[in-house]
C-alpha cells in the first residue's frame, strides 16, 4: 500500500511540475461600476527572470446591465526595454442573440481574455500595465473590475 501512495504522490508532482503555473494576477474594483477615461486600473509586475514565455490576460468582469454587447480596451505597457505603447482590444461579452458569454454567477459575468501569447520581457525590473476603456459611452457604467493574470509557460 505504501509503495502505491508513493508512486501516485511521484506521479503527482512530475505532472504539476510540467504545466504551466500563474505568475502574476491582481483585479481592480471600478467604483460605483462606472469607468471613467481618466480611470486607467495599473498593474505592477516584478520580472526577476528576463526572456520567460508568458501568456498574459485581461480579466474582466461585468454585470447583467452594461448596455452593450462588447467593450473596447487599451493596454498599456511601459518597462526597461519597452516601447510605451498601448494596443487596443475588443472583447465579445454577448452572442448575437444576446446571451452573455463568460463564466456567470447571478448577474455577474467573467471574462479573461487572452491578448498576449508567448510575451517575454526583455530585462529584469518593475513593469507596469494599464488597462483604459476605449468606448464611446463615457463614463461607462456595468463594469465591475478588470484584472491583469500572466501565466508563465
Same mark, same amino acid.
Given at each position: 500500500? #505504501?509503495?502505491? /501512495?508513493?508512486? &501516485? +504522490?511521484?506521479? =503527482? ?10 505568475? &502574476?494576477?491582481?483585479?481592480?474594483d471600478i467604483p ?5 477615461? %481618466? ?10 527572470? @528576463? ?7 485581461? %480579466?474582466?468582469?461585468?454585470?447583467? $446591465?452594461? @448596455?452593450?454587447? %462588447?467593450? &473596447?480596451?487599451?493596454?498599456? *505597457?511601459?518597462?526597461?526595454?519597452? #516601447? ?5 482590444? *475588443? =472583447? ?16 455577474? $459575468?467573467?471574462?479573461?481574455? +487572452? =491578448?498576449k501569447e508567448n ?7 518593475? $513593469?507596469? &500595465? ?6 464611446? *459611452? %463615457? ?6 473590475? =478588470?484584472?491583469?493574470?500572466? /501565466?508563465? #509557460?
Open positions: 500500500m #505504501k509503495a502505491y /501512495i508513493g508512486l &501516485f +504522490l511521484m506521479l =503527482v508532482v512530475l505532472l504539476s511540475s510540467c504545466q504551466e503555473g500563474y505568475f &502574476f494576477e491582481k483585479n481592480i460605483k461600476q462606472s469607468w471613467d477615461y %481618466n480611470n486607467k486600473p495599473a498593474f505592477d509586475v516584478q520580472i526577476t527572470a @528576463p526572456n520567460t514565455k508568458f501568456d498574459v490576460y485581461v %480579466n474582466l468582469r461585468h454585470n447583467a $446591465y452594461y @448596455p452593450f454587447s %462588447n467593450i &473596447f480596451i487599451l493596454l498599456h *505597457e511601459k518597462g526597461k526595454g519597452l #516601447k510605451d505603447t498601448a494596443y487596443r482590444h *475588443e =472583447v465579445k461579452l454577448a452572442e448575437l442573440d444576446g446571451r452573455w458569454t463568460g463564466k456567470s454567477a447571478g448577474n455577474l $459575468y467573467e471574462q479573461s481574455i +487572452l =491578448v510575451f517575454s520581457f526583455p530585462d529584469t525590473g518593475k $513593469y507596469v &500595465f494599464s488597462i483604459e476603456q476605449n468606448m464611446r *459611452e %463615457n463614463p461607462l457604467h456595468g463594469i465591475n473590475d =478588470v484584472g491583469l493574470k500572466l /501565466i508563465q #509557460k
